[in-house]
């Protein structure tokens, strides 16, 4: 055995405290390049193993200055990774490993106790939950679920498909792998790892038609398994029942606090496979807290389930770095699922699912009797477009114009419905917007928004709750719309409404 | 009640016989025309009960003369129907219109008895039953499966891409009508009432991913209507069996002569749903008779049961013109299936089925759960190749170059392994091959081609029977196969197995 120092971890350990300096590779690079490697090169430390569960972190001042680095910067990996689970911290005491990690190792079990509630149930912010606009008398729709369609980047989008005809060889157009053409399974696992920090292997990888198809595949997989019933959030998107209903598996909704699922009532339910949404929950917008994700995985490993990570909005982050998707904690207790429909068009029907090394072959032999795997040209471009930085422009392109759009919201809300509290901004396509008791009762605001040609869905359609304060809960997508016509459907709202009209 | 006369029909009569010179419009066209005109015309009087069930036709010199075309046409519709099975005839007694229609009419039942035999099961001529090439060792690969994939159309595809992007509104790339994009489903509609005599209704036409898709779309429909057992042919595709499994349905073998599935064996099975290729049947080769098509729909009628047919190669016919499906005589019992996998490519994974009313919304809904709709630009793409023409030059030029292939490969087989019988030849991308005894036995002549790297698939992967006269039944895909590849490949086979090598 080599000794080694247990303080700082300034000598290499082969066993023990690793190396710091070594999780730096990328010394010389710019310092936000620098602040990313640093992120990752701790969450591949704790996965990998090297950095154990309980291990204690130099303090921020120390580490950086090991580094050569700002302390502001380790400062920010700390934290970041600390919301997504990898890391635990007591203010003033320091930073440990944390517990929920699994990869390869051993971690405690969670969980608690009290009543799962049974009822229907339902993809995420996806076109089933509706969002479709264009009915006559709608002037301003704003229902969640399409993003800005007249984003797609049709130029180029059409280079790459002429690119991949002039060069794709003749036998690439027969009978696909089911699981997806390599070229894209590496270059979304790539993306994935970079961008969402989930752990990435492409043979894990799995291309389908979206979360809609990935909730298919699974639930056939578990049922066929004997599980009969799926946990879905409640409030929550009733799409997830229905999806898993159409393989037989029943729903129960279980309710969510300001932090996550609550550990009891999951306990409770007796179920062993759950649908979440945990890094902006869907409907509510809350990000679920680091201990709740931790309880999460607790609770899979204890009752050897399931959790289906629906990331259906997890590119679009506004005011900070997004949080990691829940995947990269225990990959093979989540199944994580992605599309490119918010961020390019629902209409591609283009879709990844990262699968636990358990459920792979039934997986991939469920997609191969669906479908026989996905269309070979479409998923040549992406991989195109993926590969020469299209996509990674696509995404900024939207959450530039995303960002703006819920700007234009806030400020429309703030000025004509004044009081009324908005919550979920930090992230996605949607806010929560609490409309104060006096613009109401609910259905008469309802009634008169219609009336007056603005579409709104409340929140009561996701989920069991009915407070019965006499606020107007809403659930208002705003992606699909240019500021503008925010700005006027907010206006049209406050007139039918009693609001502010004149500004 | 008009007054009219029954014997040719020469007056207009409302109820009793048709005015036969009604029955072709287009009086100017040429001559090729007015055959297809008269052919689809008498096919919709007989389904739309305008020709009734045992309505006695007029000669063909009669109506010949009735209409002023040429003996020759009249009578090639005439055999061309009664192959199809809308007429029926006796030589020299006389032609009627036949019992086995049924669009809105009534018609007897038909059946039998005898045993059917329980087995593991098979999409016919996919990929899934074999024929993707390139293992190291194969020069010449002869197993069936995929068209010649270097026929793709590239430019014309490249630029129907091109142009759906320019065009397509922005609406167009949401969350997709799960039946298929409209323009499509119109246009399939067009070419298959067209070319493969169905009664197409875009109403009823589901845009699928192939006709694997239609099968497992189907199979979990009937699964949850009750049914637990699917018939497929034997010999047949063991893929229609293993998809239909993924459904929770079993397989059962039921036998086929040379006419079709025997109507004894199919009673007294016990299925209420079978899955076949009457219009080419997959790997025999042989096309259903009328009498057979006639009473495999009484038998789906009394049973009240469904049909598939699983027109995987209808669409090339050499040496006459095709046989219309089966769907064209009962649109309410059976479930037509087919693809662009055969004509444009295995990769694109663009199909449709069309659905009788019964079934219609659990497979749309299906359809929803499975992956909420196919790609919207491929979709259009299809429209528009369907629609300017493209998809009838693809079908001609592979119907020109798989012709000459099949010519040659019969060439190849006369010449270097003499005695070898040749059938299926009419139709489709392969043929079965007898080849003698002298040349076998069947283990010994496999491994010596394989040996010499051709690779070849037994007639008795296929099925159930294991005929002791010594002779090698081979199943031969030709179409993936320049001419020069073909008579290399048995060649090569010649002078492993003792043939006549040299010429």
């Known amino acids: 055995m080599t000794p080694s120092r247990t303080t700082s971890g300034r000598t290499p350990g082969p066993a023990g405290q690793p190396a710091w300096e070594l999780l730096l590779p990328a010394a010389g690079a710019p310092a936000r390049r620098r602040g990313r490697a640093l992120q990752e090169a701790l969450r591949e430390a704790v996965r990998s193993g090297r950095l154990a569960a309980g291990t204690r ?33 007591e203010r003033g005491a320091g930073t440990w490993v944390g517990g929920a990690v699994r990869v390869g190792g051993v971690a405690s079990t969670g969980g608690g106790t009290a009543s799962g509630v049974a009822a229907t149930g339902g993809v995420a912010g996806a076109g089933g939950a509706g969002g479709v606009a264009g009915a006559p008398d709608v002037r301003v729709d704003f229902r969640p679920g399409v993003p800005d369609l007249s984003l797609f980047p049709r130029s180029a989008w059409a280079a790459a498909q002429r690119s991949v005809l002039a060069r794709l060889p003749h036998r690439a157009l027969g009978y696909p792998d089911p699981r997806g053409l390599p ?48 946990g879905v959030e409640d409030p929550g998107s009733p799409e997830h029942g229905r999806l898993f209903a159409s ?9 969510l606090d300001g932090e996550g699922l609550r550990p009891g009532p ?14 902006h929950q869907f409907p509510s917008g809350i990000g679920w807290s680091a201990e709740r994700r931790a309880a999460l ?57 990262l699968v636990p090394e358990a459920l792979l072959d039934e997986v991939v032999e469920r997609k ?16 195109e477009f993926v590969t020469r930085g299209g996509y990674d422009r696509q995404l900024r392109r939207c959450q530039r114009a995303y960002r703006e759009r819920r700007d234009a919201l806030l400020a429309a809300l703030a000025e004509h419905l004044p009081g009324t509290k908005v919550s979920g901004i930090a992230a996605g396509l949607h806010v929560i917007a609490r409309v104060p008791a006096r ?19 409340p929140l009561e359609e996701y989920g069991t709750a009915r407070p019965a304060d006499g606020d107007v809960r809403l659930v208002i997508g705003y992606a699909h719309l240019p500021p503008s016509a925010i700005a006027e459907g907010i206006g049209l709202l406050a007139g039918a409404v009693g609001g502010r009209v004149a500004s």
């Not at 699922?337 to 918010?342: F, L, Q």
């Open 439 to 457: 613009f109401g009762p609910p259905e008469r605001f309802l009634a008169r928004a219609a009336e007056a040609g603005v579409a709104l869905r």
């Open 57 to 89: 972190l130099p303090s921020t001042r120390e580490l950086a200055a090991d580094l050569g680095v700002s302390r502001g910067l380790v400062t920010e990996a700390y934290e970041q990774l600390t919301a997504e689970g990898y890391l635990r911290g």
């Open 368 to 383: 191969r009797t669906m479908d026989l795997g996905n269309p070979v040209l479409d998923q040549a471009v992406l991989a």
């Open 247 to 255: 393989t037989g598996m029943e729903t129960v909704w279980l309710p």
């Open 183 to 230: 070229e894209l399974r590496g270059a979304l696992a790539g993306m994935l790892a970079r961008r969402r920090g989930v752990v990435a292997d492409p043979e894990r990888l799995v291309v389908c038609s979206g979360v809609a198809q990935a909730s298919t595949l699974l639930g056939f997989v578990l049922r066929a398994r004997g599980l009969r019933a799926v």
């Open 297 to 353: 995985l607790d609770w899979a490993r204890a009752v050897d389930g399931y959790v289906l990570e629906d990331d259906y909005d997890g590119d679009f982050r506004y005011d900070r770095a997004p949080v990691g998707a829940l995947q990269g904690l225990d990959p093979e207790r989540v199944v994580y699922a992605g599309s490119v429909s918010k961020s390019l068009a629902p209409g591609l029907r283009l879709g990844w699912t």
């Open 266 to 279: 999951l306990a409770a339910s007796g179920v062993r496979a759950v649908v979440v949404t945990p890094s």
